[in-house]
């Protein structure tokens, strides 16, 4: 006795679409950052956060900051930075970043990676043949900055020139 199975098989298309939408991840960073200290580098997984003490360089793109005391928040996509006190109680170590040919020596400065703005505390930087101080520099993304508090001075001590042209308010077009 012969056995005879018959299976029919139907195949039915998939209906579902591929997704058109490609997604993103915004927290990625668009290069690789080098970076270095002498002391320590601490990584707050939790709240997204990296600490870097002592002697910190960071290098981004043609963005550069060297601090003792350096904070990135990934949430924010923003850097502190600032100095430390040393034995004596003077801040060592003060923040100097440097986008491209411009350089800003500051006390304490705020800047977010992603809109390229920033807001630094009692800048000095050179600028052409002259020096530029501010209480307070607003960095726009397109280089160009806002002062408040501030002075132009040929001269190039840093703390005390020996001559300068204050003004109260300044807009710095390169």
Known sequence: VKSRFI???????DTVRADSVVKTNDDQLESKVSYTCSDSLRF????????????????YQNIGLEADYVEINFRKDQVFASGMPDS????VGL?????GDQKFKSRIMTYNYKTKKGLIHKVFTQENEGY???RIIKKMANNTTYIRDGSYTTCNLEDNPHFEFHFGKAKVIP
């Open 7 to 13: 299976i029919d098989t139907v195949v039915q298309q």
């Open 44 to 59: 707050d997984v939790a709240d997204r956060k990296v600490y870097i003490f002592k002697q910190g360089k960071i290098a």
């Open 88 to 91: 004596t109680g003077k801040d």
């Open 95 to 99: 923040p100097v970043f440097s986008e």
């Open 132 to 134: 530029l101080h501010g």
